[in-house]
């Protein structure tokens, strides 16, 4: 019977990151709907406003150490959905890790064709009707602006990050980031027309839970 080898045990941070995201700058109207006929309509009503939402907020760990980003236990890569739905993307700003492959199904009846001109990760996923999807892969880090060749005013954001250590506050603007081992960390938070935050804290033992509010 062979020899049994030891191995390095699997690492417990259990300090969390939580506090809330208060939003209070305006956000910028939609633009009024634009018609077209036949299967490459808008929908006959249209979509109200949008209103300021912390659930357009990512927050996450700004450049963390190579030992954070890369410790056991955390998600891989995997994929995601945007769906068009009511001339709109949702959800309107998505955070993934970089290696995603990002679904993009089309709940209307009519034509969408989704595409983005970031340098870097340009893609053009054609005309696909309602019923239909296409995907496309996200390696690179980068704020992906994702747009509609048919429909000038839908508009969304895919934030590709090279770690998992990101979420999105719920609709009361509450989140937490869990699994930070100790350390000094610098802590963003990303709004696509209100700016972004930055807070440098420190998290002193592995069953902390540091409250950190941010304010736009």
């Known amino acids: 019977m062979g020899a049994i080898l030891a191995r390095d045990p699997v690492p417990v941070w259990p300090a969390t990151i939580e506090g809330t995201v208060s939003l209070s700058a305006p956000l910028k109207r939609d633009k009024p709907v634009a018609y077209n006929r036949g299967i490459y309509r808008a929908s006959a009503k249209g979509s109200a406003p949008r209103l300021p939402s912390a659930t357009d907020v990512v927050v996450y760990l700004e450049d963390p150490p190579a030992a954070v980003k890369l410790h056991l236990g955390e998600a891989a890569a995997g994929r995601a959905v945007m769906q068009q739905k009511g001339d709109r993307f949702v959800p309107h700003v998505l955070p993934i890790m970089a290696g995603t492959e990002v679904d993009f199904p089309n709940k209307d009846n009519y034509y969408h064709n989704v595409f983005s001109i970031v340098a870097g990760d340009r893609f053009d996923l054609g005309r696909f009707g309602g019923g ?53 960390y610098t802590v963003k938070a990303w709004h696509p027309t209100s700016g972004e935050r930055r807070s440098v804290i420190t998290i002193p033992s592995q069953s902390s839970i540091v409250n950190l509010p941010l304010n736009f």
Do not use: N, W
């Open 132 to 184: 239909e999807q296409a995907s496309v892969r996200f390696d690179d880090e980068a704020i992906v602006v994702v747009r509609c060749e048919l429909h000038s005013r839908m508009k969304a954001y895919i934030v590709v990050l090279d770690h998992p250590h990101f979420t999105v506050p719920d609709s009361a603007g509450a989140y937490r980031l869990e699994k930070i081992p100790p350390g000094t």
